[in-house]
């Protein structure tokens, strides 16, 4: 799940893109500083197939969508603080941490 985060900011952010990962309260986040997903298309981008490369299987978000729904997790995209990406991963049980 981390993995496919990461990958995916990289991707579309580049490879110069500041890319930062971190806890919350209640799971964690992966922000980038690229040039974002427009709010009308955050939806489609965890549907399969969904790729905006070249060679992209669009398998990537669905990948880590299902996994936060196999742990009971829910999945959140929004805007970073730098205008780029920011998933957060919500209801991981952080007690232990």
Known sequence: LLENLLRNAIDHAGAAAAVTAGRTEDGFFVTD????????R???????GHSTRDGGTGLGLVIVQEVAKAHGWSLSVSASESGG????????DTAGS
């Open 33 to 40: 500083d690229g040039p974002g997903i427009p709010p009308d």
């Open 42 to 48: 955050r939806e489609t981008i965890f549907e399969a």
């Open 85 to 92: 990406a920011r998933f957060e991963v919500t209801g991981v």
